[in-house]
């Protein structure tokens, strides 16, 4: 766990990590030989030495001393520890979020990692400040007053000595039981997670549908199992509990019993109360520190997940990037082999794009036509074969310029909780007025500005949502146009598009044409009556390529796609 922490702590972290550990410590060893000198105290009482034992309540009073203001130190030091490393988890998380492929965030682990980003980073950071410091102090301590027990009456010593490993293996071993049903009730939660966040992506589809959220089945299944899990992973914990808690109390009463026979074996009474006081302040902590069980599993929890995350690997990146596109490319589609973990996708794809010209996308659901531009866009890496830019593989230019080379105008646009006239400007932030409002004029933004409260100032909500979807792909669109980068990939929608939507789709792609190779997922029989070629893909193969007219007349399988 230690090892994990200092991973998240981060390169600036762990100094204070460190220095928060080592004064925890020294509180510990301070407490625990504060109360070892309260037995040579009863020890010279006994002797009627009242001097020495002055001293030595002297010496105590001081290790109480120290311990609290080390104990102070570090209650102080946990706020600071806290808020680093929530600093540390947030920017490593964002740098982390950065390098991974865009294709990483299209499943449930878009929802785990923006969960992770505010909760979990907020209960582990704050569950380490609140938790390592006991947890230091309640090893730290009963060690101290172990070694002292040697010194004082070995055979006590010895006897706590052997039930101290028995207590952590103890603990150990009630981790492991727990940490099984933790691992499942987490994948459950991740399930939950997803199910959720498609419940919150599809609610028109599914007022419409008039499904209700305890009806929309992958969540209440989800929900179903996460409570089983629940349960489970409570009983055992419960179970862990009772364990720790059994062996904690048999150890206990074993090394009373030794310290009884020592006081009657003919040690000294007074000194065997002390030793036995001493051991109650060994078997407590130990006690607690099995209480803290549920805590610890919990923060164990959230931190593999942090760091799961963290060693997620991205994109493999060139040590010597090729530049890429400034100009129109050829982009050349060549043996190409991709497959999700589910299923093959494409299994040896062929295909080139004029530099300058607009290809469109067509076939049925399923063929690929969206994991071709992704490819493109380089959200995945090919499994074999290679998608290239003007012969250059994109694996040789660094993911971030593949994505400055590539403009997207797709279905589910995602918008900033920001002003309208900010999300626009994401095309190119450096844009002037006037260029921003030509790209909005032609995307038909404008109208929606003139219908906005507070026109260009207006937020537009997290996501978008005070937006329809084909408004959406408005502003989309005029980021494409501001951006005007040599590549465009544009899937036109079929069910989000609204009439002006449709209208600025096409305008866009007569504008771009010739300054940008356009690739259009078409569904519309103007668009691919508009381009300079159309490829059907099917089977994860390239069925048929030509013109509209010519592949209408020698190709029965795309005649009956716009028959339909």
Request: with cysteine; net charge negative.
């Amino acid at each position: 766990m230690i090892a994990q922490i200092e991973r998240i702590a981060g390169q600036e972290g762990r100094s204070t990590l460190r220095r928060f550990t080592a004064v925890a410590v020294a509180a510990g060893i301070a407490q625990g030989l504060s109360l070892a000198c309260l037995v040579p105290v009863l020890a010279h009482l006994a002797q009627g030495d009242f001097s020495s034992a002055l001293w030595w309540l002297i010496a105590m009073v001081v290790g109480a001393g120290v311990h609290a203001l080390l104990t102070v130190w570090v209650t102080r030091g946990s706020v600071d520890l806290t808020m680093s490393l929530m600093s540390s988890m947030h920017r490593q998380l964002a740098r982390q979020l950065m390098r991974l492929p865009m294709g990483w965030f299209d499943g449930g682990s878009a929802a785990n990692a923006s969960r992770l980003s505010v909760r979990g980073t907020m209960f582990v950071a704050t569950a380490i400040g609140d938790v390592l410091a006991p947890l230091v102090g309640y090893v730290a301590t009963p060690l101290t007053l172990v070694l002292v027990t040697f010194f004082l009456d070995w055979q006590l010593g010895l006897s706590l000595a052997v039930g101290v490993p028995l207590v952590y293996a103890s603990t150990v071993l009630a981790r492991s039981w727990s940490a099984r049903a933790d691992a499942r009730l987490t994948a459950a939660e991740q399930r939950t997670d997803a199910a959720l966040l498609d419940l919150a992506k599809h609610q028109t589809a599914l007022r419409g549908a008039r499904v209700a959220g305890s009806g929309y089945a992958p969540l209440a299944s989800s929900l179903d199992r996460q409570r089983r899990l629940g349960m489970s992973a409570q009983l055992a914990s419960a179970a862990s509990m009772i364990v720790q808690s059994v062996v904690v109390q048999t150890v206990f009463g074993a090394v009373v019993t030794v310290a009884v026979w020592r006081g009657l074996g003919g040690a000294d009474p007074l000194v065997m109360i002390g030793l036995i006081l001493i051991v109650t302040q060994v078997v407590g902590p130990l006690r607690t520190l099995s209480e803290l069980g549920t805590a610890l599993r919990r923060m164990d929890r959230e931190l593999d997940q942090v760091v799961d995350l963290l060693d997620e690997p991205g994109l493999p990146e060139p040590e010597q990037p090729v530049s890429a596109p400034t100009r129109p490319p050829e982009i050349a589609i060549d043996a190409v082999r991709f497959g999700y973990e589910d299923a093959m996708v494409f299994d040896g794809l062929d295909l080139t794009v004029a530099p300058g010209s607009i290809t469109a996308i067509v076939g049925p659901s399923g063929s690929g036509k969206t994991t071709l531009t992704r490819l493109i866009a380089r959200f995945y890496d090919v499994d074999a074969g290679a998608v290239r830019f003007d012969s250059v593989d994109v694996r040789d230019m660094a993911s971030a310029d593949v994505l400055g080379a590539t403009s997207l105008v797709f279905q589910d646009v995602y918008l900033l909780d920001d002003t309208l006239r900010a999300n626009v400007l994401l095309g190119r932030p450096e844009a002037t007025d006037a260029e921003v409002d030509a790209a909005a004029k032609l995307a038909r933004v404008d109208e929606i500005v003139g219908r906005l409260p507070e026109g260009w100032a207006t937020r537009v909500g997290e996501g978008g949502r005070l937006l329809s979807g084909g408004e959406r792909q408005r502003v989309s669109v005029a980021r494409a146009v501001l951006k005007r980068a040599p590549v465009l990939l544009v899937d036109e929608g079929t069910s989000s598009l609204d009439a002006s939507a449709a209208v600025a789709v096409q305008e866009a792609i007569r504008e771009l044409a010739g300054s940008a190779t356009v690739l259009v997922i078409a569904h519309q029989e103007h668009t691919v009556a508009a381009a300079d070629q159309v490829v059907m893909l099917d089977g994860g193969r390239v069925a048929a390529a030509g013109i509209h007219e010519d592949l209408l007349a020698s190709s029965q399988a795309y005649a009956r796609l716009w028959a339909r």
